[in-house]
């Protein structure tokens, strides 16, 4: 059965250091990648999504994710983070198996900064 | 503007009452989902819907029913069955359901 894992639950990062939230995932074919962020008491926003094409996705607020096949990763990053990306941040993954349409959400990582 | 609204923001109820959370959305999406999320826990699937009149238990179904009268509206009620109530619970939308879901901005129930 397809899995997502995000291995780190907290992330502590200084203001204007570069970020990477990792995320990997279990599945035989090639998925849907999605990364949201969700602030505390919200909703969850969709950051970027990756359905096929260019391995490096752009997505809104300045990050990007990179789809990895042979790791079977999609780790998220941004070059300089600001106090305002303080929140969680969960990835998801979008399988076709026949008859098992499914999206898979992890478990999240907090990111907290600090100045 | 597109998007979808959820109500009340808060809701408070008495142990023992039954309560429904409103979900509406103008996307014109097909499939629609509700979640529980518990303090520092992810997201738990507890009902979802690719169709109107037609909806699927999710992973935490117990203590929770939904109706899907409407392609907008899937509204969900936690019954008195629900031992532990208290929680945020989270509606989203999409085309389908290998794809991007778009959340509302979420409803905390306090049951006391």
């Known amino acids: 059965a397809q899995s997502v894992t995000q291995p780190d639950i907290h992330i502590t990062v200084s203001e204007g250091a570069s970020l990477e939230l990792r995320c990997n995932y279990s599945?035989?074919?090639?998925?849907?990648l999605f990364w949201y962020v969700q602030s505390p008491g919200q909703g969850l926003q969709l950051l970027l999504k990756?359905?096929?094409?260019?391995?490096l996705v752009q997505g809104i607020k300045g990050f990007e994710a990179e789809f990895k096949r042979s790791q079977s990763s999609f780790n998220l990053r941004k070059p300089s983070v600001h106090w305002s990306d303080a929140a969680e941040y969960f990835c998801?993954?979008?399988?076709?198996?026949?008859?098992?349409?499914?999206?898979?959400f992890g478990t999240g990582t907090r990111l907290t900064i600090i100045p | 503007d597109g998007g979808i609204t959820q109500s009340p923001k808060y809701l408070f109820r008495k142990e023992g009452q039954n309560v429904t959370l409103s979900c509406e959305q103008n996307?014109?999406?097909?499939?629609m989902y509700w979640y529980r999320q518990d303090p520092g826990q992810g997201l738990r699937l507890i009902y979802y819907?690719?169709?109107?009149?037609?909806?699927q238990k999710g992973d935490i179904a117990e203590g929770y029913s939904v109706s899907r009268e409407k392609k907008e509206s899937f509204p969900l009620t936690v019954t008195s069955a629900q031992k532990n109530p208290t929680a945020f619970y989270l509606c989203?939308?999409?085309?389908?359901?290998?794809?991007?879901?778009?959340f509302g901005p979420g409803t905390r129930l306090t049951v006391t």
């Open positions: 989203a939308s999409s085309v389908g359901l290998v794809y991007e879901q778009y």
């Open positions: 599945y035989g074919a090639t998925p849907y």
């Open positions: 990756y359905f096929s094409g260019d391995t």
């Open positions: 998801a993954v979008g399988t076709a198996n026949f008859g098992n349409e499914k999206l898979t």
């Open positions: 996307l014109n999406h097909d499939a």
């Open positions: 819907s690719q169709i109107v009149n037609d909806f």
